[in-house]
Nanobody
Framework: QVQLAESGGGLVHAGGSLRLSCAASGSISHYNMAWYRQASGNQREWVATIRWAGSTNYADSAKGRFTISKDNAKNTVALQMNSLNPEDTAVYYC???????????WGQGTQVTVSS
């Protein structure tokens, strides 16, 4: 079991960048890791995934602007967000899904606000 804690959110102008970090309480080597976001009044949507072996996938809204990465030695996952626009404003959540079971964990989220 792992606990997740997001950090790095904040206020940024349109066109700017932010780097979010997700710190896990234990090894993430056997987890598929992902970032989701939830704008006010909207449903939570998937943003990006990095699987346990390192392959990545992105939502169309993130492709070309966002990069997901991980550091297994530090038990951290990052989301580099460039060319931000107001539509990216949301609470961003880190998610872990076990490679070997149905176990799933969520962080409490970090607020990202992009001003126009």
């Amino acid at each position: 079991q792992v606990q997740l804690a997001e950090s790095g959110g904040g206020l940024v102008h349109a066109g700017g960048s932010l780097r979010l970090s997700c710190a896990a309480s234990g090894s993430i080597s056997h987890y598929n890791m992902a970032w989701y976001r939830q704008a006010s009044g909207n449903q939570r949507e998937w943003v990006a995934t990095i699987r346990w072996a390192g392959s990545t996938n992105y939502a169309d809204s993130a492709k070309g602007r966002f990069t997901i990465s991980k550091d297994n030695a530090k038990n951290t996952v990052a989301l580099q967000m460039n060319s931000l626009n107001p539509e990216d404003t949301a609470v961003y959540y880190c998610n872990a899904k076990s490679r070997f079971s149905t176990y799933e964990a969520w962080g409490q989220g970090t607020q990202v606000t992009v001003s126009s």
